[in-house]
Antibody, heavy 119, light 110 residues
C-alpha cells in the first residue's frame, strides 16, 4: 500500500537549518509529484509548493522562496524539505503529500513533522 | 494568490446535512475542475475525501459529496455523524502550476 513516512520532530534554534524527509513506498516514486504543506499551530493548511519527482524541478508558492528548498533522492524514493535561517514563525507541522497523477490533489499524506524553532 | 474563502465554522445535529462552501474567482475555481476537499481531525494528517470537484476516493462514505457552481465549490455531508466533527479544507489548482487552500472550516456536530 502507498505510504509516505516523514522524519521525526525537530527542535532548532533561530538561524539554524532543518531538513525534513518524506520516504515514499508502495508506488513508483517518479510517477507522481510531491507537495509540501505547512500548518502553523492552530492555523490552517498552507501550500508551500511541489517538486517534480521525475525531473527534480521544484515550484514554490509565494512566500516560500529563498529559504525553502525542495530536493529528491530517487534512489531511496525520498523527498526533502530544507529550511534555512530558521525563524520562530517557521514553527509548524510540515506535511508531504503525493499528488494524484490524474488530477491536482493530495491522495496520500505523510504523518507530518513538527519543527519547533525556539531559543 | 489569495486563499479561497470558507466559513470559519459550521455546525449541525446528527442526521442532518451540512454544506461547506469554498469561494474563489473566475480565474481559479471558476475555470478549473481541480477542487479537492480534505478532512482533518485534531493531531492527524489531512485525508482526501473529494477530488476533481465531485469524485469520491475509494473508501470514502457516500455521505460526502462535492459540487461546483460558478466560482464556488461545495462539500455536502449528509446524515451527519459524530465522527464527522473535524476541520475541512478545500484546495484548488489556480493555473500556472500553482495551488491554494481555503482557510478551513471547523465543523461541530451538536
Amino acid at each position: 500500500q502507498v505510504q509516505l513516512v516523514q522524519s521525526g520532530s525537530e527542535l532548532k534554534t533561530p538561524g539554524a537549518s532543518v531538513k525534513v524527509s518524506c520516504e515514499a513506498s508502495g508506488y513508483s516514486f517518479t510517477s507522481d509529484v510531491i507537495h509540501w504543506v505547512r500548518q502553523a499551530p492552530g492555523q490552517g493548511l498552507e501550500w508551500m509548493g511541489w517538486i517534480n519527482t521525475n525531473t527534480g524541478n521544484p515550484t514554490y508558492a509565494q512566500g516560500f522562496t529563498g529559504r525553502f528548498v525542495f530536493s529528491l533522492d530517487t534512489s531511496v524514493s525520498t523527498a526533502y524539505l530544507q529550511i534555512s535561517s530558521l525563524k520562530a514563525e517557521d514553527t509548524a507541522v510540515y506535511y508531504c503529500a503525493k499528488n494524484d497523477g490524474s488530477s491536482w490533489s493530495g491522495d496520500y499524506w505523510g504523518q507530518g513533522t513538527l519543527v519547533t524553532v525556539s531559543s | 494568490q489569495s486563499a479561497l474563502t470558507q466559513p470559519r465554522s459550521m455546525s449541525g445535529s446528527p442526521g442532518q446535512s451540512v454544506t461547506i462552501s469554498c469561494t474563489g474567482t473566475s480565474s481559479d475555481v471558476g475555470t478549473y475542475n481541480y477542487v479537492s476537499w480534505y478532512q482533518q481531525h485534531p493531531g492527524k494528517a489531512p485525508k482526501l475525501i473529494i477530488y476533481d470537484v465531485s469524485k469520491r476516493p475509494s473508501g470514502v462514505p457516500y455521505r460526502f459529496s462535492g459540487s461546483k457552481s460558478a466560482n464556488t465549490a461545495s462539500l455536502t455531508i449528509s446524515g451527519l455523524q459524530a465522527e464527522d466533527e473535524a476541520d475541512y479544507y478545500c484546495w484548488s489548482y489556480v493555473g500556472g502550476y500553482i495551488l491554494v487552500f481555503g482557510g478551513g472550516t471547523k465543523l461541530t456536530v451538536l
